[in-house]
T-cell receptor, first 109, second 116 residues
Framework: GQNIDQPTEMTATEGAIVQINCTYQTSGFNGLFWYQQHAGEAPTFLSY??LDGLEEKGRFSSFLSRSKGYSYLLLKELQMKDSASYLCAVLDSNYQLIWGAGTKLIIKP | GAVVSQHPSWVICKSGTSVKIECRSLDFQATTMFWYRQFPKQSLMLMATSNEGSKATYEQGVEKDKFLINHASLTLSTLTVTSAHPEDSSFYIC????????????FGDGTRLSIL
């Protein structure tokens, strides 16, 4: 079966750095997405990785290791507005997007 | 860029009513559109995938006669919840994607449906 694992909840402090991990086992791989979803709102696209390595986009970076079936989203200089759920999703060999359950990130002052 | 507009954002109606939700891509061609539902504190659940001009592909367990999907143009898809009942109350979200298939899905703001 297809499976995506990410922690259910994480807590971090304003101004700090947090890393949200995602491991996956899917039938084929055509890329991995990270989305941010604030409570009561729809998801917004953050990043896409298809090759190994680190992609940096402002305060957010996303890393991929295809051989390990592993990705992480790194958030720097945390702000209160970063409190949200972060969804990891993998595009499988049929270009179906398999969603993780999301990691709820709580930022404390 | 990549803006998706979804209307209405909130619907409250009586049991037995049919409700239509519209999803439009405003600045790109939505070759494929997706409809999701999400219950509180749960993950996204894909209901169906539709390609312009074709019949929608429904996920297992989703009743196609209950949830009618039309994708008549490259910028518009509609979901009609027919004869809605309280158990259909949920947060319905559409997303749209252009070609190639590894393009990200861009989401509408969602529709909160409450059936009394």
């Amino acid at each position: 079966g297809q499976n995506i694992d990410q922690p259910t909840e994480m807590t971090a402090t304003e101004g700090a750095i947090v890393q949200i991990n995602c491991t996956y086992q899917t039938s084929g791989f055509n890329g991995l997405f990270w989305y941010q979803q604030h409570a009561g709102e729809a998801p917004t696209f953050l990043s896409y990785n298809v090759l190994d390595g680190l992609e940096e986009k402002g305060r957010f970076s996303s890393f991929l290791s295809r051989s390990k079936g592993y990705s992480y989203l790194l958030l720097k200089e945390l702000q209160m507005k970063d409190s949200a759920s972060y969804l990891c999703a993998v595009l499988d060999s049929n270009y179906q997007l398999i969603w993780g359950a999301g990691t709820k990130l709580i930022i404390k002052p | 860029g990549a803006v998706v507009s979804q209307h209405p954002s909130w619907v409250i109606c009586k049991s037995g009513t049919s409700v239509k939700i519209e999803c439009r891509s405003l600045d790109f061609q939505a070759t494929t559109m997706f409809w999701y539902r999400q219950f509180p504190k749960q993950s996204l659940m894909l209901m169906a995938t539709s390609n312009e001009g074709s019949k929608a592909t429904y996920e297992q367990g989703v009743e196609k006669d209950k949830f009618l999907i039309n994708h008549a143009s490259l910028t518009l898809s509609t979901l009609t919840v027919t004869s809605a009942h309280p158990e259909d109350s949920s947060f319905y979200i559409c997303s749209a994607r252009d070609m190639p298939e590894n393009q990200p899905q861009h989401f509408g703001d969602g529709t909160r449906l409450s059936i009394l």
